[in-house]
């Protein structure tokens, strides 16, 4: 049976976008231990190696049933729409023991053997220590597997955000929502998820947030309980060229007309970006991408856009066309 999620009118209101590095987090941890999910991060699969050896998941991946429930107290929608890794864990050292303890509860028992286990019991007959042992390990996984590709992460989330924020203008809430996935449907003011599991929930005036995610592909995950608001997490667009390197055949018809920078700036944009992610994306100097930017925009072959604190970067139509010609 599929998913139901029931939006009354003040719910229409107060549907929001968020990008969560806490989540994506947590989602890296569990893509580690889900074959079906690498064909995507073979190359971050590769390059992550060694440092996830290191680590000992055993105890998050206990968590994580292959179907059921994860602990929502873990990871809960984000609490802003830019939120930092170290406001969300902070928020998750600060959870109530007693209600993360039932919580995690519910998971173990959806995990075969995993609520008898020595480990399951340690979890659960000391709350207080099994708060502060699991964020310590997930913000162990975060510095060691997915800080040093955040800004290239970051850079396609906001880009995935501006594109929706941009299709709710041009649709409507109910046009967005069924275009986000395939398994989404939107009539009469319920969104179905077309996912394994039965849930009814009102939204009750609480609204929905909407979160892509690199990591969770090919999942849609809803099901967050209460108090916590009624969250969406669906593929994030792009996900097909996010750990593609950057060409060393940068077409040389581009490169005469641009110089070899501006053009490999250009045809790097494939997806809205910032300075920073096109730096790393690239292997250049911020200062110099920034130049080049400034240098494509003020030729009308790029505009910029502002998204929280971070300015993103995209191709005008001459620009896609000069880009396109170019290959």
Not at 149 to 159: H, I, K, S, Y
Not at 160 to 189: I, K, N, P, T, Y
Not at 207 to 212: A, R, Y
Request: glycine fraction near 8%.
């Amino acid at each position: 049976m599929p998913f139901h999620l029931r939006f009354g009118e003040d719910d229409l209101l107060r549907c929001r976008f968020a990008v969560s590095p806490l989540w994506e987090t947590q989602e890296a941890v569990r893509t580690l231990n889900r074959p079906e999910r690498h064909g995507y991060h073979a190359h971050w699969l590769r390059r992550t190696r060694s440092a996830a050896a290191e680590l000992d998941l055993t105890l998050l991946w206990l968590l994580m049933p292959q179907r059921g429930h994860t602990p929502d107290w873990l990871g809960p929608p984000p609490l802003g729409p830019s939120a930092t890794f170290d406001e969300e864990i902070a928020a998750v050292r600060g959870a109530d023991p007693e209600a993360a303890r039932e919580d995690t509860a519910l998971a173990l028992a959806d995990t075969p053997g995993a609520l008898e286990s020595p480990r399951g019991r340690a979890l659960l007959a000391d709350p207080v220590r099994m708060i502060q042992e699991l964020t310590d390990l997930l913000a162990a996984a975060w510095h060691a597997l997915v800080e040093p590709d955040w800004p290239r992460l970051r850079a396609l989330l906001e880009a995935d955000v501006v594109f929706h924020s941009r299709r709710l203008a041009e649709v409507g809430l109910g046009g967005l929502l069924s275009e986000l996935d395939r398994r989404l449907a939107w009539d009469a003011g319920t969104l179905t998820i077309d996912v394994k599991g039965e849930h009814v929930r009102e939204l009750g005036g609480q609204g929905l947030v909407l979160m892509p995610s690199v990591f969770s592909w090919p999942n849609v995950v809803s099901g967050f309980e209460p108090p916590w608001q009624p969250t969406l997490v669906y593929p994030a667009r792009g996900i097909g060229g996010l750990w593609a390197e950057p060409s060393d055949r940068t077409p040389e018809a581009l490169v005469r007309i641009l110089g070899r920078g501006r053009a490999a700036v250009l045809t790097a944009l494939d997806d809205p970006a910032t300075t920073t992610a096109l730096a790393h994306r690239l292997g250049l100097a911020p200062s110099s991408v920034s130049a080049h930017l400034s240098a494509l925009r003020d030729a009308g072959l790029l505009v910029s856009r502002r998204y929280g604190h971070q300015v993103l970067y995209e191709r005008t139509p001459l620009g896609i066309a000069l880009a396109s010609g170019g290959s």
